[in-house]
C-alpha cells in the first residue's frame, strides 16, 4: 500500500472516536500539518469526512452510506434476515448475525428483543472474539494451522469470571464446537447475558456466517435459553439451504417419493 494511501485511510479510525482537528490528526499521523490538511481536503472531496464550523473534522455521510451499501449488498444478510425476523418472532429474544472478515468478528445483522431489556450490540461492530458464541463457530471453521496462530496472538480479556482465559483453552473450546456444531456463550462476556448460536454453511460446506439467539438471565435461564438450540440449528440449517441453493435432504426424499 502507498504511503499516501495508508495515511489517509488510518484517518478514518481516528476520527471514529470523535471529531479531531487539523494538529490532532497530523500528530496521530506523524506529519506536517500540510499533508494532513491535503489528505483531509481529499477524503473531504469525495464525502469521506467533513468539515465542521468549529473547524474540527468528523466523518462524512459518504462512509455510512457505502458501509450501508456494502451491508446490504452481502447476500447472506438479505437471505438470513427472513429467517432471522420469524426466529425473532417465535422467541422474543435478540437474534444476531455474523460473518468473519479480516480477523475480526462483526455483526452484520440483529433483530432486537421484544422485552425491555436490551443488548448493546450493533450492526458493523465486532464481537469479544474469544468469548461469543458466533466468533467461536467461525474460528472453529478455520484450518487447524489458522486456528492456533489466531489463538496464539489474541488477548484473552477476563470480562467475567467464566470468559476464556487462555489459548490453550480457547483450541479447546474451538475443537469441541467444531466437533459438535454449535457454541454457546453462557455469561462469558457480560455475566448476565446468555447465547445459543449455530453454522450457516456455503455450497462446500464451509461456514459462510453465524447465526445466535442471545436473553439476559432476568429474562430466561440459561437452561430455558439451552432448550431453544434445536429451534435455532434448524433456522441455521435453512437459511444454509437458501443461500447455498441446496435441497433439503427430507424435503429432497418427499420429493423422490411423489
Not at 478514518?12 to 490538511?37: F, I
Not at 487447524?144 to 489463538?151: D, F, G, K
Not at 459462510?208 to 435455532?232: D, G, H
Request: glycine share 6%; charged share 25%.
Amino acid at each position: 500500500m502507498s504511503q499516501t494511501v495508508d495515511r489517509a485511510l488510518s484517518i478514518l479510525p481516528l476520527l471514529a472516536q470523535g471529531p479531531a482537528d487539523l494538529g490532532q490528526v497530523a500528530d496521530r499521523l506523524g506529519v506536517h500539518k500540510s499533508t494532513a490538511l491535503r489528505l483531509l481536503r481529499t477524503l473531504h472531496e469525495h464525502g469521506l469526512v467533513y468539515r465542521q464550523q468549529d473547524q474540527r473534522y468528523r466523518l462524512g455521510a459518504r462512509l455510512f452510506a457505502l458501509a450501508q451499501e456494502a451491508v446490504e449488498n452481502l447476500d447472506v444478510r438479505e437471505i438470513a434476515h427472513p429467517h432471522l425476523a420469524a426466529l425473532n418472532e417465535r422467541t422474543g429474544h435478540t437474534v444476531h448475525l455474523a460473518v468473519h472478515e479480516d480477523g475480526e468478528v462483526v455483526y452484520i445483522d440483529k433483530v432486537e428483543s421484544r422485552y425491555p431489556v436490551r443488548m448493546y450490540s450493533r450492526i458493523g461492530k465486532p464481537v469479544a472474539i474469544t468469548v461469543a458464541a458466533v466468533a467461536k463457530l467461525l474460528l472453529a471453521d478455520l484450518p487447524e494451522a489458522e486456528r492456533r496462530t489466531l489463538a496464539g496472538r489474541l488477548d484473552y480479556p477476563r470480562y467475567t469470571p467464566r470468559s476464556t482465559p487462555d489459548a490453550a483453552a480457547f483450541l479447546h473450546e474451538l475443537a469441541t464446537v467444531r466437533d459438535q456444531g454449535w457454541a454457546t456463550d453462557l455469561g462469558g462476556h457480560e455475566e448476565s447475558i446468555n447465547c445459543v448460536a449455530a453454522p450457516i454453511h456455503g455450497a462446500d460446506g464451509r461456514v459462510v456466517a453465524a447465526m445466535s439467539v442471545s436473553a439476559p438471565n432476568v429474562v430466561v435461564t440459561a437452561e430455558e435459553l439451552l432448550a431453544l438450540l434445536p429451534l435455532v440449528r434448524r433456522t441455521a440449517e435453512a437459511i444454509s439451504h437458501d443461500y447455498s441453493g441446496t435441497t433439503p435432504q427430507k424435503e429432497a426424499e418427499a420429493t423422490a417419493d411423489e
